[in-house]
């Protein structure tokens, strides 16, 4: 049963932040398929709803630290942040589970189909399916690139994340135990190991580009690495940026030992983060 | 502002005019946004399919080009799920989960004003694409490539709306799983509470876990258009078929996402004019429940054609065939919940009984596709068209149209017009089957579907359709006038609006005041 | 599919199927293989055993609705589970199932089951016709839509195989085991012919297999079964079954024709030639896009007429009609037509409703064009 009731409930009053992020996003939306199309000024269109997005997000979240800061959120409230956390993390497992069946399918099933029996000897005569592949078409036209190897950036990233997963634990300790230093620190060291691996990860997409011939372009291995690295990295980005903001807050004073639950579930996201760069890791990058 | 002020928001002024809707945070302004939405979407896209179905009155081209028929059959496809189906079911949710719980709102108020207010930009997107270079998006609304890769702006404007779209269902369904898990009043326990919310828990449950993967897919189709990759080109290694499996992953659980919150109504609405609880409550839930998990494991049954192992083959037809079971059961509890009951027919209950009737001769067609070599016959040609516009048409919307008529006097404090709801329910179902029951044999004959123009011998089954579906599209301007006239007036309705209606929602007056359990109900059972 | 079941139901089948005499429009089309009779009965045994669980449970509805009415004074009972029912309820369906699942499951392994053909044909879907290859026999042609387009748009009295007529038939011997390779060239199509219960989509890049065994000489008529654009509709599937003698002879004529077709290779055409001749490969191959009249579709099919490309250097010319534009529904015919029709076709571009180039391609130049292009793939 839910929790003990106050007898109150908190109820937020109308807002206009939703009205606007809508707008944002389908300016966003237009701006995008106008860039896509070549559609003259599509760039700024784009850039309008980036911009009133952040402006949303700025006065919408601000306001629920207000609200949070000023102690409307009982019990029951934080109750339910904490169910609809858990089920948005859910709804970003199985977004990545689609790119990850892609993965799969691509690599056990239709790799394998494309050089077998009647598919191959028709289609594709001599095409040999092994992993990492360009594919038959791209191959027959000369296409080459080098795969990623596990053992440099890729391990020394697996490192930093799960390090990470340590220190953001840490500073969690140092919160409930009412320590603020040790939270401070523990989120610096948090903020700083994301920030380094999305260098290396920069630098890593820079080199694959420019040196390796390892593009979007290259065939499904190229694809399905960059778009499970590359989301997993944008996750990265917002992480790190929501850390900076427990960072600002912590020095702010804002949490209790008690009452922390926006940092509990920037926590919560990161470890998400963390677990999938370890799924990365070992399918993408290591099981060649 | 003081706190307390705070906790009684009731107390304020609100924004009124065109403000109160853009910056309302009220569960019941916002589920009446969301009905709204659907009937407009509803007859747009039945608008749609009377054009559709009046290029096929008569073999051969006459009303319009085949590729604006492709966009056509596309747009109303999509429009109907996403604009009117789904919509319509979140503001069933939206009225009455909070009612039927005793809670003041939903567990997120203004997150749940944006839910809404994404709709209107996701359909803008879709039906401004009718304007664009090229028209809207041809390629169904299954969206397979290589087809959806050729066109032009309309479909990545069609990707992106559904990206929209999904975003939407699932902000709203986190909202609903977490009002019904935290915001029950005291002593309502899950098993207690109304059917209607646990099949729209499992619903959101459904929704949360397939709408990121519908997202997934229509982003490797949208960087495969744009980007160079080659997720769905052979050429580069991907495979075309790998959409179809990704896609019938969200696919076949959002064909119960549309049918489940029907089953919730319809069991909400049988108890009621039967004077009778309903019949195996939890065996009702159970079959729910499983009727979500089953749904996981069975998707490759709309791709018997492509050409699977035969290992899949089989198990995708036998997990299929397992979905009939737990579908069984509930068709069983509906008729013993009538079954010694003191029945009355009053309209919503007229719509719930065709709902059983009609649902399962949908699901019977779909066990028939369900059998490997005979959807091999069938893939793809009317039968199909038929089989889900009996589970959709005479299922979900049927299911919404009754569930308007039995909450109507609750909202708005007046009863309806029994007359009118009467003859709107005769001409629909009259309607409906004439439309959609020739659709059988069509298919069994062997006329695929998404085609402009067919050969001879199907004419005549296409001409008593079209005459049905016009007997059936226009009917929807009756309903729309009883909801109209309900609105502006009509009889008072008393708070317990059915004499066999039972829950909290009816112990609060009607129309529902604005604001209402602000400190939660005690329980009288 | 030899069951007990079969005999009974085949009986009841009439029935399901209105009159055998009334077309069998009530039920699938009449078999003509032994995979497409078992499905017939497969379909009526599962039609009767869902028709006979319909007709019980809504006459118990019926009955109740009738019975327990409130205005006949009926008082409500208050029982509301029972869980001997619901048990039985839960498992009589099950039961009933598995006694479908048997014969389907046979049929499925027998569908599947494409080993030791008398023959192969490749057959690969195009939008909007289809290609037949003989691997066998070492033939191939294409088979296009022949209704006019008179007749579809109403002009015309419509004929008996509206819109399920052929140029080209596919042609097999009766009685033998004909293995299909189904695939597709640019998006998927689905190979169906319903009198041998044979649908099997065509996957650009991939091979899948189906076979038929044909009973009986005859025409049978299919279409394609999965969207693939505009004139989806419109790209139909004329099998005719033929003797083997028969079979031997065509096979015979079609090679003939082909190698009169090679001898147009080294020729030199005059103009008159070509246009006359690329008006009717301009026809048959681009018109669905392009238009009859050039002006293509506003938005979707780009005009030749005034077109910067047709009008432009032939060189470009010829380059985007043997390689299309990738991405776009434009493909590659340089594949698909022959050297002299692609020259044909490019003349004809050129020289037809305004656009007045005057100048005009030869298929040696075709052929030089696709050498150039073999050598420059085979050095990269
Ligand atoms: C509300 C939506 C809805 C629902 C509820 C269903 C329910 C079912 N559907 Fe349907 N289906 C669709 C919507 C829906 N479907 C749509 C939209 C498509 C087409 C998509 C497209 O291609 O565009 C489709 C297509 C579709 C196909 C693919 C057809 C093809 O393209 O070739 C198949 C094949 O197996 C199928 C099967 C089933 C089955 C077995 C059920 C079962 O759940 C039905 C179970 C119910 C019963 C069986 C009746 C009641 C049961 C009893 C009374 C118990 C006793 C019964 C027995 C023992 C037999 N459906
Ligand atoms: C919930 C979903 C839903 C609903 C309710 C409907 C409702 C209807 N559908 Fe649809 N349909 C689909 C979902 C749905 N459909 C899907 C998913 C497809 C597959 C698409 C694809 O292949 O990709 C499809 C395809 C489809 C086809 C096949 C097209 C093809 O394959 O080429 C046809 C053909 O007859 C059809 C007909 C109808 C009709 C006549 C109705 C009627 O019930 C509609 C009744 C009409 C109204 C309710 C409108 C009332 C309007 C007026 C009275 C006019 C007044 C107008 C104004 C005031 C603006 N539908
Ligand atoms: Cu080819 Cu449809
Ligand atoms: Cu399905």
Redesign the interface.
């Known amino acids: 049963?839910?929790?003990?009731?106050t007898?109150?409930?908190?109820?937020?009053?109308?807002?206009?932040?939703?009205?606007i992020?809508?707008?944002a996003?389908?300016l966003m939306?237009?701006g995008?398929?106008m860039i896509?199309?070549e559609i003259h000024n599509g760039g700024w269109v784009l850039l309008a709803g980036v911009a009133i997005l952040f402006f949303m997000m700025f006065g919408?979240f601000g306001e629920v630290i207000r609200d949070s800061e000023?102690?409307?959120y009982n019990k029951?409230v934080d109750?339910?942040f904490r169910?609809?956390m858990s089920?948005?993390i859910?709804?970003?497992v199985?977004?990545?589970?689609?790119?990850f069946?892609?993965l799969f399918?691509?690599r056990v099933?239709?790799?394998p189909?494309?050089g077998e029996?009647?598919?191959m000897q028709?289609?594709?005569p001599g095409f040999k399916a092994t992993w990492p592949?360009?594919?038959?078409?791209?191959a027959?036209?000369?296409y080459q690139f080098t795969p990623m190897v596990a053992w440099g950036i890729p391990a020394i990233n697996t490192l930093l994340l799960l390090s990470s997963g340590v220190t953001v634990t840490w500073a969690h300790w140092g919160l409930k135990k009412g320590r603020r230093g040790q939270l401070i620190m523990g989120l610096a060291m948090t903020v700083t190991l994301g920030s380094v691996f999305l260098g290396l990860q920069a630098y890593e997409y820079h080199h694959a580009y420019t040196e390796m011939g390892l593009?979007?372009?290259?065939?499904?291995?190229?694809?399905?690495f960059?778009?499970l690295t590359g989301f997993h990295g944008f996750h990265v980005l917002v992480g790190t940026t929501m850390l900076i903001v427990m960072l600002l807050r912590s020095i702010a004073g804002h949490f209790t030992a008690e009452h922390h639950f926006a940092f509990e579930a920037v926590s919560w996201y990161w470890h998400f983060v963390d677990a999938v760069w370890a799924l990365l890791f070992i399918l993408v990058y290591w099981l060649l | 502002m003081s706190?307390a002020a705070?906790?009684?928001?009731g107390h304020?002024t609100?924004?009124t005019g065109i403000?109160?809707w853009?910056?309302?945070?009220n569960h019941k302004d916002i589920g009446t946004m969301y009905l709204w939405f659907a009937l407009i979407m509803l007859f747009s896209a039945g608008s749609m399919a009377l054009l559709i179905r009046t290029e096929l009155f008569q073999p051969g081209l006459q009303l319009v080009h085949p590729d604006f028929f492709n966009q056509l059959t596309t747009m109303h496809g999509l429009i109907m799920i996403f604009g009117a189906i789904m919509p319509a079911f979140t503001g069933f949710a939206n009225w009455q989960v909070p009612l039927m719980l005793g809670?003041?709102?939903m567990?997120?108020?203004?997150?749940n004003?944006?839910s809404f207010?994404?709709l209107?930009?996701a359909g803008?997107?879709l039906m401004s694409s009718f304007l664009l270079p090229g028209g809207a998006a041809a390629g169904g609304w299954t969206m397979y490539p290589p087809l959806f890769i050729q066109g032009?702006?309309s479909y990545?404007?069609t990707i992106?709306?559904v990206?929209?779209m999904g975003?939407s269902s699932?902000m709203g369904?986190?909202?609903i799983?977490?009002t019904i898990?935290?915001?029950?009043a005291?002593?309502?326990?899950l098993m207690k509470m109304p059917m209607f919310c646990w099949t729209w828990l499992i619903t959101a449950y459904l929704l949360?876990?397939?709408?990121?993967?519908l997202?997934?897919?229509v982003?490797?189709l949208l960087?495969d258009?744009?980007?160079?990759?080659?997720?769905f080109?052979?050429?580069?290694?991907?495979?075309p078929?790998?959409f179809q499996?990704?896609f019938w992953?969200f696919g076949h659980p959002e064909v119960y996402i549309l049918i489940l919150p029907a089953f919730g109504i319809v069991s909400q609405i049988i108890p009621t004019f039967s004077r009778k609880p309903l019949f195996g409550y939890a065996s009702m839930v159970y079959a729910t429940a499983s009727i979500a998990i089953l749904s996981f494991i069975v998707w490759a049954h709309h791709m018997f054609a492509v050409g699977m192992p035969v290992a899949a083959q089989l198990f995708f037809m036998f997990s299929t065939m397992l979905i009939a079971v737990p579908t069984g059961v509930k068709v069983f509890n509906w008729v013993a919940t009538m079954w010694k009951g003191s029945l009355t027919f009053e309209t919503p209950m007229l719509f719930a009984i065709a709902f059983v009737c009609l649902f399962t001769i949908g699901g019977f067609s779909g066990l028939v596709l369900a059998m490997a070599p005979v959807d091999i016959q069938l893939q793809d040609t009317y039968y199909v068209v038929a089989h889900f516009h009996y589970v959709l048409v005479s299922g979900a919307l049927f299911s919404i149209f009754a569930g308007i008529y039995y909450w109507l006097p609750k909202w708005t404090g007046h009863m309806y017009d029994e007359r009118l709801g009467k003859l709107h329910f005769w001409l629909s179902v009259i309607g409906m089957n004439i439309v959609f029951f020739p659709m059988h044999f069509l298919g069994l004959a062997g006329m695929p579907r998404r085609i402009p123009d067919y050969a001879l011998q199907f004419t005549e089954f296409n001409q008593i359709a079209t005459v049905g579906a016009f007997i059936f599209g226009f009917s929807q301007l009756i309903f729309l006038t009883v909801v109209l006239k309900t609105i502006r007036g009509g009889a008072k309705a008393p708070a317990r609006v059915w004499e066999g209606a039972e829950g909290l929602e009816w112990t609060v007056p009607s129309p529902a005041p604005y604001?209402t359990f602000?400190?939660?109900p005690v329980l009288s059972k | 599919m030899k069951g007990t079941w079969q005999s009974g139901v085949g009986a009841l089948a009439l029935v399901g199927s209105g009159t055998a005499l009334a077309d069998y429009a009530y039920n699938l089309q009449t078999p003509a293989s032994g995979v497409a009779q078992d499905v017939f009965q497969l379909h009526n045994l599962i039609m009767l055993v869902c028709l006979g669980i319909f007709v019980v449970v809504f006459t118990a509805m019926f009955y109740s609705l009738w019975k327990h009415r409130k205005s006949v004074g009926h008082q409500a009972a208050h029982f509301h589970e029972n869980t001997t029912v619901e048990v039985i309820w839960t498992v009589i369906p099950f039961i009933i199932l598995v006694g479908m699942a048997y014969p389907a499951a046979r049929v499925v392994i027998d569908m599947k089951d494409t080993s030791s053909p008398d023959m192969t044909v490749?057959v690969t879907g195009f939008q909007w016709k289809w290609r037949y290859d003989y691997l066998n026999d070492g033939i191939g042609f294409y088979s296009n839509l022949s209704t006019p387009r008179q007749q579809i748009d109403g002009t015309a009295v419509k004929g008996e195989h509206y819109l399920l007529e052929v140029d080209e038939p596919m042609v097999v011997p009766v009685g033998k085991r004909v293995r299909l390779?189904v695939?597709a060239n640019d998006v998927i199509h689905s190979w169906w012919l319903p009198a041998f219960s044979v649908k099997q989509d065509g996957i650009p890049?991939?091979?899948r297999?189906s076979w038929f065994k044909a009973d009986q000489i005859g025409t049978y008529r299919g279409q394609c079964a999965e969207l693939c654009g505009k004139e989806h509709g419109f790209m139909p599937i004329v099998v005719e079954v033929v003797s083997e003698p028969d079979y031997q002879a065509w096979v015979a004529k079609k090679k003939g024709a082909a190698q009169t077709a090679a001898a147009d290779h080294g020729r030199i055409f005059e103009i008159a030639e070509l246009m006359a001749r690329g008006e009717k490969a301009y026809q048959a191959n681009c018109a669905v896009c392009h238009q009859e009249n050039g002006m293509g579709l506003p938005g979707t099919f780009p005009a030749i007429r005034g077109s910067r490309v047709a009008t432009g250097p032939i060189a470009d010319h010829i380059k985007v009609v043997m390689n299309g534009r990738p991405g776009t529904a434009m493909a590659a015919f340089g594949p698909r037509l022959s050297d002299a029709d692609i020259a044909a076709v490019v003349t004809y571009q050129r020289n037809a409703w305004g656009n007045k180039m005057g100048d005009l391609a030869q298929p040696a130049e075709i052929a030089a064009t696709r050498l150039r292009v073999a050598k420059a793939?085979a050095t990269?």
């Open positions: 049963m839910s929790l003990a009731q007898g109150k409930y908190y109820l937020p009053q109308p807002s206009l932040w939703p009205i992020g809508s707008a996003l389908l939306a237009v995008g398929v896509l199309r919408w000023a102690g409307r029951q109750a339910s169910w609809s089920w948005f859910f709804s970003e199985m977004f990545f589970a689609a790119f069946g892609a399918y691509t099933l239709s790799v189909w494309l029996g009647d598919t028709q289609l594709w592949t360009a594919g038959p078409g791209l027959a036209e000369g593009t979007l372009g290259a065939g499904v291995y190229g694809a399905t960059f778009m | 706190d705070h906790a009684h928001p304020h609100h924004p403000m109160r853009l910056t309302t945070t809670a003041p709102d567990a997120f108020p203004r997150l004003n944006w207010w994404l209107p930009a803008l997107m032009g702006i990545d404007l992106l709306a990206h929209i975003l699932i369904s986190i909202n799983i977490t898990l935290n915001m029950r005291p002593g309502l326990t949360i876990a397939t709408m990121p993967v997202a997934g897919a982003t490797m960087t258009r744009n980007f160079g990759t080659h997720f080109n052979a050429a580069g290694g991907g495979d078929v790998m499996h990704i992953f604001h602000e400190v939660a | 490749k390779l695939t890049g991939f091979i297999d793939s990269q």
